[in-house]
């Protein structure tokens, strides 16, 4: 059975640090592509990273607004992704939840992910 379990959320200051975990049970990280995704109240849901597992190393993308801000990692013996978030922004608030899709490779768009954890919330304010 496939679960995604995040975790590490809450509540910092503009400028400040949190980083997320999404423990993965049900199948092995170094198969299938995991992503996070985040939605504010009244706003669609939008991607932010994605990791997969290439020949030799981790493949990492992300979403312009958050480069050079936010890291995506992949714990294999944890089966564990991380999403460090650096200077954070109150844009930045929402709730943020990982997927996996069946594709290896990352996909940008939610209906392309099958199983989604059940969030949690990440809130940016002083």
């Known amino acids: 059975q496939v679960q995604l379990v995040e975790s590490g959320g809450g509540l910092v200051q503009p400028g400040g640090s949190l980083r997320l975990s999404c423990a993965a049970s049900?199948?092995?990280?170094?198969?299938?592509?995991i992503g996070w995704f985040r939605q504010a109240p009244g706003k669609e849901r939008e991607w932010v990273a994605c990791i997969s597992s290439g020949d030799t190393d981790w493949r990492t993308t992300y979403t312009d607004s958050v480069k050079g801000r936010f890291t995506i990692s992949g714990d294999s013996g944890e089966n564990t992704v991380y999403l460090q978030m650096n200077s954070l922004q109150s844009e930045d608030t929402a709730v943020y939840s990982c997927a996996t899709t069946a594709h290896a490779d990352c996909r940008e768009a939610p209906h392309e992910y099958d199983f989604w954890g059940q969030g949690t919330q990440v809130t940016v304010s002083s």
């Open positions: 049900g199948f092995a990280l170094e198969y299938y592509a």
